[in-house]
């Protein structure tokens, strides 16, 4: 079985940095494109960051560019989403996903693990 375990969040004031990480298991294919995602209750969830398990490739929405950095850790199955300077907006549960090649905010993911919350408060 695929499995992705989400871990980090937390609570933060506004311009303080946070790190989540996602560590996905039981993914087959040599490449597969790692993403975050990001809900606000009553609000649709919205690709944050995607990169490919290789790291060859990486994707960004406009509203993190310059604060958030995703990397893959030593090993091709994780992902860390660094994310810097961060603002209430921010606040939302963060979700990673699993699958696929594409990058970018029309993502489909075939796997998802569990959110994890980020607060920023101002």
């Known amino acids: 079985d695929v499995q992705l375990q989400a871990c980090g969040g937390g609570s933060v004031q506004a311009g303080w940095s946070l790190r989540v990480s996602c560590t996905v298991s039981?993914?087959?294919?040599?490449?597969?494109?790692i993403g975050w995602f990001r809900q606000v209750p009553g609000k649709e969830r919205e690709a944050v960051s995607c990169i490919r398990s290789s790291g060859g490739r990486i994707w960004y929405a406009d509203s993190v560019k310059g604060r958030f950095t995703i990397s893959n850790g030593y090993a091709k199955n994780i992902a860390y989403l660094q994310m810097n300077n961060l603002k209430p907006e921010d606040t939302a549960a963060y979700y990673c996903a699993a699958g696929g090649l594409l990058l970018g905010p029309t993502y489909t993911p075939a796997f998802w693990g569990q959110g994890t919350l980020v607060t920023v408060s101002s």
């Open positions: 039981g993914v087959t294919r040599d490449e597969y494109t």
